[in-house]
């Protein structure tokens, strides 16, 4: 289970991200960049950052540790913006929340060139999740201490919006001629050998455990969350054995 905090003060959002998110502390006075129920896709983007942000962190991947941010909406009241305002109001309860790097610039892949290991690790990982958020223009990608971290997990899976069509959804290809680091020869095959096999049952069920239950309640076709759980994990555990060989757009990847 992820660690549970509350969020004590709202400082400001962070106006370049599309979601809103928003820099809070909590009650153990650290930063955090808190993610909302109440914002876009709600729930499910969450969903999707806990999944996908802690199975890289299991890879290997560096992923700010995440939390729950358990959110009081009277914190809204304060709050001069209306947008923000009405964010805060229309999530109490359980949210997402994810260290703050401080200091940590978004990545231009012009400053800070990447080996194709590397690369080929991070484009292998985008196309197990399906991530169609890791663009040149979006890398979402922060350069912290000197090293790349991942962040913004929100769009990926996109299966999981449509759960009756899920096995189809996810054998389709993954298309990576946008990816930000699609020009640093990403060596996805080498990237499939080593982490491939680690896409196990066993780390799929350790990593869906993570997701709050409250996140994973009244989804159509559902029982327990549980059975939510189980099928978050299915089509990863496919697709994970032939990621690589359906990755377009890349000139180097065989
Ligand atoms: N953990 C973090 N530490 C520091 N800055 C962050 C962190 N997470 C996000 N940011 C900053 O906030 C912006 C928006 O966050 P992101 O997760 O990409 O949200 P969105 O879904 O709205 O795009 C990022 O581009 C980055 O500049
Ligand atoms: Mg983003």
């Not at 962070?14 to 993610?35: N, Q």
């Not at 942000?53 to 700010?64: K, N, Q, T």
């Not at 239950?213 to 299915?234: H, M, N, Q, S, V």
């Amino acid at each position: 289970m992820l660690t549970e905090v509350t969020a004590t003060r709202y400082i400001t959002p962070l106006r370049e991200g599309g979601s809103l998110p928003g820099l809070v502390e909590g009650d153990d006075l650290r930063a955090y960049v808190m993610k909302f129920t109440g914002a876009g896709q709600g729930r499910k983007t969450l969903v999707a950052e806990v999944v996908c942000g802690e199975l890289a962190r299991r890879l290997g991947f560096r992923v700010p540790r995440l939390v729950t941010l358990d959110l009081d909406p009277v914190l809204g009241l304060g709050e001069p913006d209306r947008q923000v305002q009405e964010l805060l109001r229309s999530s109490g309860g359980a949210n997402l929340g994810m260290d703050f790097l401080s200091g940590a610039l978004g990545y231009d892949p012009l400053a800070f060139p990447v080996t194709s290991e590397e690369a080929g690790r991070i484009v292998w990982f985008d196309a197990l999740i399906n991530n169609v958020d890791r663009s040149w223009r979006n890398p979402n990608l922060l350069v912290h201490q000197g090293q790349l971290w991942l962040i913004d997990h929100g769009a990926t899976m996109i299966w999981h919006h449509n759960w009756p069509s899920a096995d189809t959804s996810a054998a389709r290809p993954y298309d990576a001629s946008d990816h930000a680091l699609a020009r640093f020869a990403p060596d996805v095959a080498a990237a499939a050998a080593e982490l491939a096999p680690r896409v196990t049952e066993d780390l799929l069920a350790e990593v869906t455990a993570e997701i709050p239950d409250a996140w994973l309640t009244g989804e159509p076709g559902f029982g327990t969350p549980d059975d939510l759980r189980r099928a978050y994990a299915r089509p990863l555990l496919a697709r994970a054995v032939s990621a690589h060989e359906r990755i377009n757009g890349l000139q180097e990847s065989k």
